[in-house]
């Protein structure tokens, strides 16, 4: 059922004249910019370093843990170091990984758009990231915060003495940036499609952003409410979530895990975009069941609204809401296992190649649906109130965010890279880094899995002598998972003057960012694009190149 | 599969308002309703995380509810409703006017909303002003103490029991969350419609291009329908007696 399609010699490429990397230069070309492309390179950069701060502390923590007693820090510091950790990867890296680069990049160019809805709303979105992530980095720099990642009242209202208003401040604003960023593609899905570019002719990359942005649009707005409730109760003293003044701190919870549970939806749904597109062209074969797996993002989104309650099992909710709750967490689970099976039935039967972004698609495939499985351990009651504030947790979410979030991120960025600055990646030490990302991942988190089922809490700087073997393998593990991470940095950056030119169709797909040139020109098109063929149409690539030669440059 | 569109072309030079992402002036003025429309959605959400703790609060502390409720004025608050719904036509008349190109009228009916929305703040200022001397702002000054007493102006309602009474600061909390977001949102409101009125003068929005007044109008109604909710909930409750 794969076709494969032979273009020119990619050898004879060269790079074209003009592209948005230099209609424009200086500075302020960029920081005013209103392309979409350039944007999504300023969020590549920020959301990098944040990365890579977040990383830092990663590291400190496993460090940390690398002894039982707490030795290397105060147990305080230690918490502000997994906080830090927390608030830098959630909400500066993992939310708008790759929606605001991959998605901001590629959106308009898949719909056949000269750019997205509103512009001057995508930069300002760039903008208030930037101002949030100053926030951050201004709370740490003050002595930092210590509350977790969840903000959970009334510790973070009225047991704590750190940078929680600033911390909050930097969340609301970045969740504004979130918003608007949702909020641009979900208009520019509905409105700015080419001619002939029918919903069930987008690519499903396409699919599942529209998913997320859904979310984004409507379950950011209930956190940034509620922060604001938290610094107005840490500032005046309001008694929204406080029990002495008759609140309530679940409420609280409520509230937060109505937007941080379908916020992991945000987080994973464009990642399941990126592997859709990369599993179909390395496979030379269109998406087994495209209804079903673009349907199932939109259910995920759908479902994604219910399950918040899993996160408060031993917190005091009603055993029948919990049980309904619990009954919701499993049914979310049928349209992410749809995808892994689509994905596998894609794969069978295709001529498949492993190319780097295959490899970490293969990655993201099978952590995803350890990370994934071990949730439904998690949404059956009796389980969760064994595991849950323990390291399974922690192994769990960093499976499903980690091994799937961000090999997805690697696998979309070396993927479309060609096409984001025309040249390619070397192959040989991007697979080595696939590789050492995949085994230093395993290496981390897998033994996280044994320590919390044999009961290591979450969040102690201290542990009992038994358990240090697993914590050593961990942190050896977080060692050459960093080395995998630290790779891609220096090889993509390296690429940038050194990579072979890439030319416009470097992978023989099907998508209509791969028929331009690469790096695209301003207004991405020459002339509106018309659509008449389905996505990941292979035989239509192989009659079309029978044809007429493809020009690059 | 790819081909010319010669009439969208043609399009390009004849407006000086289409953004050049867009095909026709048509699809640039569906694609901003329909964000802004979205934005609202936002909002609705935003304001929906205060709505669902007021009903949780409500339904557990109601006598509460009703004794705090009861200290609010329904002649400040009446004021302001009908404030704002006049507001509401002024600005529907101002979208109409940008319609119809007058400029003049545009401008006038733009400061009539201006001058409605300072009324409703200023009248929100003395109700604020009020609750502050009668020592009802949570977490600054609060006294629970007028509430375990009865109140002379409804004298069907029990003195609450000590604990209630604690719990009308939930109240208060709420009233002052609830109607202070809304504030916050009439003051961007005020602050983008004197923007609004400087443009219109210069001639902006009587040409032919009026989406951002239109749009803008949908934010204004948007704010108003919240106050619309927030009157009945928050003057309203047990006043029938």
């Given at each position: 059922m794969s076709t494969i399609v032979m273009l020119p010699d990619q050898q004879t490429a060269s790079l074209p004249k003009r592209s948005y990397l230099n209609e424009e230069y200086g500075l302020k070309s960029w920081l005013l910019t209103g392309d979409h492309k350039r944007i999504a390179i300023l969020y590549l950069i920020s959301i990098t370093i944040f990365f890579f701060i977040g990383g830092f502390f990663a590291g400190m923590i496993r460090l940390e843990l690398l002894?039982?007693?707490?030795?290397?820090?105060?147990a305080d510091t230690y918490n502000k170091m997994f906080t830090m950790h927390g608030i830098i990867m959630v909400f500066l890296f993992l939310v708008p990984s790759v929606p605001a680069t991959i998605g901001n990049f590629l959106i308009p160019i898949m719909v056949g758009a000269k750019d997205l809805a509103f512009p001057k709303i995508n930069l300002l979105s760039w903008y208030l990231y930037v101002l949030g992530g100053i926030l951050v980095l201004a709370a740490l720099t003050l002595g930092g915060v210590d509350t977790g990642w969840t903000f959970t009242t009334p510790l973070s209202t009225h047991y704590l003495n750190t940078h929680v208003i600033t911390a909050g401040l930097a969340i609301f604003v970045a969740g504004f940036s979130s918003i608007f960023t949702g909020l641009n593609f979900i208009v520019t899905i509905h409105r700015m499609r080419a001619p002939g570019m029918t919903w069930f002719r987008l690519p499903l990359f396409v699919w599942s952003h529209y998913a997320a942005s859904v979310l984004m649009v409507l379950g950011t707005p209930v956190l940034a409410i509620t922060l604001v409730l938290v610094i107005l109760e840490r500032v005046i003293g309001i008694g929204v979530f406080d029990p002495a003044k008759g609140g309530d701190p679940l409420l609280f919870q409520h509230l937060f895990w109505f937007y941080s549970h379908p916020a992991v939806y945000i987080m994973i749904l464009p990642g399941f975009g990126v592997i859709s597109e990369v599993i179909s062209t390395f496979s030379r074969k269109r998406v087994f069941g495209y209804t079903a797996v673009a349907f199932s993002s939109v259910a995920i989104a759908v479902f994604g609204f219910f399950v918040w309650a899993h996160h408060m099992f031993i917190m005091g909710v009603s055993n029948y809401s919990a049980l309904v709750f619990s009954l919701l967490t499993m049914l979310v689970a049928v349209p992410s296992a749809i995808k892994i099976f689509n994905w596998s039935f894609t794969l069978y039967k295709g001529s498949i190649t492993f190319e780097t972004p295959m490899l970490y698609a293969f990655g993201f495939i099978g952590l995803f649906t350890i990370g994934g499985l071990t949730g439904v351990f998690l949404g059956s009651m009796g389980m969760d109130i064994h595991l849950t504030e323990t390291y399974f947790i922690v192994a769990h979410f960093h499976f499903v965010m980690v091994g799937g979030m961000l090999m997805a991120f690697l696998a979309g960025i070396h993927f479309w890279w060609p096409k984001m600055t025309g040249r390619m990646y070397p192959e040989g030490i991007s697979k080595l880094a696939a590789l050492t990302t995949f085994i230093g991942f395993n290496l981390t988190f897998f033994p996280q899995f044994i320590l919390g089922y044999l009961g290591m809490p979450r969040r102690y700087a201290a542990y009992p002598p038994e358990f240090q073997v697993l914590n050593v393998l961990s942190t050896a593990g977080a060692t050459v998972l960093g080395v995998g991470y630290v790779l891609p940095l220096l090889y993509l950056a390296w690429s940038l003057k050194y990579g072979k030119i890439a030319g416009s169709n470097p992978w023989q797909a099907t998508g209509l960012e791969w028929q331009i040139q690469s790096p695209p020109l301003t207004t991405n098109f020459v002339e509106t694009p018309v659509v008449d063929y389905e996505a990941y149409d292979y035989e239509w690539l192989a009659n079309k190149t029978k044809h007429e030669v493809q020009t690059v440059g | 599969m790819i081909a010319t569109h010669p009439e969208e072309h043609a399009e390009h030079e004849h407006s000086?308002?289409?953004?050049?992402?867009?095909?026709?002036l048509e699809q640039q003025r569906e694609t901003s309703t329909f964000g802004m429309w979205l934005f609202l959605l936002t909002e609705i959400m935003f304001f929906g995380g205060l709505f669902c703790a007021y009903l949780i609060y409500r339904n557990w502390y109601y006598p509460a509810f009703v004794a705090g409720s009861h200290q609010l004025s329904i002649a400040l608050g009446a004021t302001n409703t009908a404030v704002l719904i006049c507001s509401s036509f002024t600005m529907a008349m101002a979208v109409y006017s940008s319609e119809m190109r007058w400029r003049k009228a545009l401008v006038g009916w733009l400061l009539a909303t201006i001058v409605l929305g300072g009324v409703f703040l200023g009248i929100k200022a003395v109700e604020y002003r009020e609750k502050w001397e009668k020592r009802h702002v949570p977490g600054l000054n609060f006294s629970a103490a007028g509430f375990t007493h009865q109140d002379p102006n409804y004298p069907e309602d029990k003195p609450l029991a000590p604990d209630m009474a604690e719990k009308t600061q939930v109240y208060f909390s709420l009233y002052f969350a609830m109607t202070g977001m809304h504030a916050l949102h009439m003051i961007i409101g005020v602050s983008i419609l004197i923007i609004l009125v400087i443009r219109a003068w210069g001639g902006a929005y009587t040409q032919g291009h009026m989406t951002t007044v239109e749009n803008f109008g949908l934010y204004w109604h948007f704010v108003d329908i919240v106050w619309i909710f927030l009157f009945p909930l928050l003057y309203l409750i047990s006043r029938h007696q």
């Open positions: 002894t039982p007693p707490s030795d290397l820090m105060a | 000086p308002y289409l953004r050049h992402h867009f095909a026709n």
